[in-house]
């Protein structure tokens, strides 16, 4: 193992290998258990689901290679669903067709604890830059926004 990752545990309730972390805890909530995966020893889960009582119907089933191995990857597609729909919340586009020429209005947000950016670029068919403005991140970018920013000749919107 590197310096920056732990060195594997291989319990029955504890089980890390490299970035991740299983443990099996009491589910508070009932008389079940629960697993909860984290990624490089952080703070909060990625990860947390119900878990496999054992034969004697008091305590949980072992942790095992092949069940983290699965936990693993849930927890990853976890993860990368929650990218792509945050991705999606901070990049929009639309294309619109003006004069036959095929526009597509993108608009990015960078969000900042101390206030976020955005903004809002024209590119042909070729994605060759037409226009690039600063606009503010509550921008609202639709068809109709679209439009009216290149009917005004890519001038910066008002706020």
Not at 41 to 62: F, H, I, Q, S, Y
Not at 96 to 107: E, F, H, K, M, W
Request: hydrophobic share 40%; proline share 7%.
């Amino acid at each position: 193992m590197t310096a920056e990752t732990q060195d594997p545990i291989h319990e029955a309730r504890v089980w890390s290998d490299e970035h991740w972390t299983a443990r099996v805890v009491k589910n508070e909530d009932d008389d079940g258990w629960a697993v909860a995966m984290y990624l490089d020893n952080g703070a909060e889960p990625a990860l947390v689901g119900p878990w496999t009582m054992g034969r004697d119907k008091k305590n949980p089933k072992p942790l095992d290679p092949a069940a983290f191995n699965t936990l693993v990857k849930t927890a990853k597609e976890v993860i990368r669903r929650s990218e792509q729909q945050r991705h999606a919340e901070l990049n929009k586009n639309v294309t619109v067709t003006v004069d036959g020429q095929r526009i597509r209005v993108a608009l990015a947000i960078v969000p900042d604890e101390e206030g976020a950016t955005a903004t809002l670029r024209a590119l042909d068919e070729f994605d060759a830059e037409l226009a690039c403005v600063p606009v503010p991140p509550t921008f609202k970018l639709n068809v109709d926004s679209a439009q009216a920013w290149i009917a005004a000749g890519f001038e910066r919107p008002a706020r």
